[in-house]
């Protein structure tokens, strides 16, 4: 699958539990077509000890997000789709609201 996401892009989740809360993108598996974004969607998981002084337990971790569930974030005008431009051979992002940068 095909995405226009970057890691390091901040997107706001549009469903699901988190909806509206917007974050970091820290992992995209294409082949899947799901999203990692820091600090949302997060899960409980149960962890085993791995040491003999490490107690293992219960962290939370966040949990893949469909890409289609997520929309990027312009810093000017908000969630928007990603365009582009070509500019000197280069295809840049662009917000397909008001042009700007992404
Ligand atoms: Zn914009």
């Known amino acids: ?3 226009k996401l970057r890691r390091d892009d901040t997107v706001k989740i549009v469903s699901g539990k988190d909806r509206g809360k ?9 082949n ?12 409980r ?11 293992g337990g219960i962290i939370d971790v966040e ?4 890409i289609s569930n997520v929309m990027i974030v312009c810093k ?3 969630p928007t ?3 582009f431009v070509v500019d000197d051979n280069d295809k840049k992002r662009i917000c397909r609201k008001c042009g700007e940068a992404l």
């Open 76 to 78: 000017k005008c908000g």
């Open 63 to 66: 949990a893949a997000l469909d």
């Open 22 to 30: 917007t974050g970091k993108v820290l992992r995209i598996d294409t």
């Open 45 to 55: 998981k149960a962890v085993k000890a791995r040491r003999q002084n490490d107690k």
């Open 32 to 43: 899947s077509g799901r999203v990692i974004v820091q600090g949302l969607n997060m899960v």
């Open 81 to 83: 789709r990603i365009g």
């Open 1 to 3: 699958m095909k995405t």
